[in-house]
């Protein structure tokens, strides 16, 4: 119960920097999400150690495992759309295949060097 309790928590905590990200593009008209710019948020204060990775790494983790749960709405949402089916759509879903793979490998690629350089630091 007390480690559900703690991811609860973790996932609330990340929320605040969504929360935060979203008055900073309110304020400030970047090109980018608000979402984006909560995880650049995130991402300083880990760097700078303003909050420590303990603070939000069970939360994480947990969300991390779970995403396939936010895409299936999305991905059912696209049966409704006879479009897609056609040349046009196929044109839409290889360009985000190849899009994805871009992403999954720059992810890779950083998490890989992040790993290392924090294997190196011990």
């Known amino acids: 119960m007390k480690k559900i309790i703690t991811i609860l ?47 939000v790494e069970q939360g994480g983790n947990w969300l991390l495992a779970e995403l396939l749960l936010f895409f299936i709405p999305s991905a059912v949402g696209i049966v409704n759309y006879e479009e897609m089916l056609s040349w046009q759509g196929l044109k839409s879903i290889l360009l985000v295949g190849i899009s994805t793979f871009i992403v999954i490998s720059a992810t890779a690629f950083i998490a890989e060097r992040l790993n290392s350089w924090k294997v190196r630091e011990m």
């Open 9 to 55: 928590l973790q996932i609330l905590f990340i929320h605040v920097f969504l929360f935060l990200g979203s008055a900073v593009k309110a304020i400030v008209p970047l090109p980018i999400p608000a979402s984006m710019v909560g995880l650049l948020l995130l991402f300083l204060a880990l760097w700078l150690g303003i909050i420590k990775l303990e603070w």
